[in-house]
Nanobody
């Protein structure tokens, strides 16, 4: 059974930083890109960053600079991380990780056909 669990969200003041984590278990494949998205109510899910199986990172145009994707392993589980610095109120959203991401063109990240976690809420106050 594939399971993705995001954690690390919370309420922070503007200018603060967070590290979001995604624990992935039961996923036997090596997809080319895994990644992070975010969503606010009544809006489409927005691609942030992707990472390939060699550790190469890719960012949607508006997310260059303050967002950093990385990967690792903890206790036998594959991990995805998203570090966010200088958080702003407009970063308030639910953040999701996924096991499959498409990069149709440079600076664009779109969902693939992978599995998703339940999301972790980030709330930034001014």
């Amino acid at each position: 059974q594939v399971r993705l669990v995001e954690s690390g969200g919370g309420s922070v003041q503007s200018g603060g930083s967070l590290r979001l984590s995604c624990s992935i278990s039961g996923f036997p494949f090596t997809t080319y890109y895994m990644g992070w998205f975010r969503q606010v109510p009544a809006k489409a899910r927005e691609g942030i960053a992707a990472i390939d199986h060699l550790g190469g990172s890719y960012y949607a145009g508006s997310f260059q600079g303050r967002f950093t994707i990385s990967q690792g392993n903890e206790e036998g589980k594959k991990m995805l991380y998203l570090d966010i610095s200088n958080l702003q109120p407009e970063d308030t959203a639910t953040y999701y990780c996924t096991t499959d991401v498409n990069i149709p063109s440079p600076g664009r990240i779109s969902p693939g056909r992978g599995f998703w976690g339940q999301g972790t809420q980030v709330t930034v106050s001014s």
